[in-house]
């Protein structure tokens, strides 16, 4: 069994705890321990363009705990996958770490560099394998989907290193083992707007609105890899759009989780916004 520093982030702790469980629920069916990080905060993300300084000690306070455990870290969130991985790139410069350990020097911490940051996405891809995954699905779910690949799991490429950013086939090969058909369309690499929602929510919910209805009529569901992205989806076009207009937005654990049999009621579907039920009633009348 494989055992992992578990780094759950705010917005799946509190706005997408369906992310949380429906994770839990898929890696330990696949054999996947996790050890949750005690001390854990925020991964400094939201402060990244405000206080440089404050974001690289949040960042640098998680990498130090998540080292004490020995484990590489499993992250579900792609922002706080691209505020990690920049961390590391900056704090292997002499100076940078030196300046960050004395602030963390307060809570005894200290931090080394040289931390393995996994996704849940490059952890299911990369290193438990899309072949072995696939012999894992127990039910070919025949969806329609479209694939939200989201900014921060790609970008910047030369930091992150997991998928082309352009044309992230990755992640296309995860939702196509499950039996789902991804379907390409126009706004495929679009922002899901949830950084503009404390500044402009008009122009969020306008980013939103344009995606949804993109795929509206092709797709069963929209699919993301990141919790602040499906949070804007399922959230925000209950705002934006009509109800008939809507589209049911799942996160890919839950979309897994699924393919790999496992009931409903384990992967957090009840705090879903927009309903999933046409969704999980077509799966179920699938011959």
């Known amino acids: 069994m494989v055992k992992l520093s578990f780094f759950v982030g705010c917005t799946s702790a509190v706005r997408e705890v369906n992310y949380e469980i429906s994770a839990k629920a898929v890696l330990e069916s696949l054999g996947v321990e ?21 974001w690289l000690t949040l960042a640098s306070r998680n990498i130090a705990l998540a ?33 960050v350990n004395e602030r963390l020097s307060i809570e005894g911490l200290e931090v080394k560099g040289g931390l393995k940051v996994i996704h849940i996405a490059e952890l299911l891809h990369d ?22 690949p989201g900014c921060h799991i790609v970008r910047p490429m030369d930091v992150i290193g997991f998928d082309n ?27 899901c707007g ?20 993109n795929i509206k009529g092709r797709a069963d569901a929209l699919i993301t890899f990141c919790p602040i992205c499906h949070a804007s989806y ?11 207009d809507q589209v049911p937005v799942l996160h890919y654990t839950q979309l897994l989780g699924l393919a790999l049999g496992l009931p409903p009621e384990k992967l ?20």
């Open 34 to 54: 996790l050890e949750y990080i005690e001390g854990q905060s925020c991964c400094g993300l939201p402060f990244r363009y405000v206080s440089f300084d404050s």
């Open 67 to 99: 080292e004490l455990t020995g484990n590489p870290m499993l992250v579900l969130c792609s922002g706080c996958y691209k505020s990690f991985k920049e961390a590391l790139s900056l704090i292997s410069k002499p100076e940078l770490k030196k300046s």
């Open 127 to 148: 290193h438990y394998g899309v072949d072995r995954l696939a012999q894992q699905v127990k039910v070919k779910l025949n969806l329609n989907v479209a694939v939200h």
């Open 165 to 191: 950013p352009e044309v992230p086939l990755k992640l296309e090969k995860l939702v196509e083992l499950t039996g789902c058909n991804s379907i390409q369309y126009r706004t495929k690499r679009e922002c």
């Open 194 to 213: 949830a950084t503009l929602a404390g500044i402009d929510q008009e122009a969020s919910k306008s980013l939103v609105a344009r995606k949804i209805m």
């Open 234 to 244: 399922d959230a925000m076009q209950r705002a934006a759009l009509k109800p008939e």
């Open 268 to 287: 957090g579907f009840d705090y879903n916004r927009v309903s999933v039920d046409k969704v999980l009633a077509k799966i179920k009348n699938t011959p």
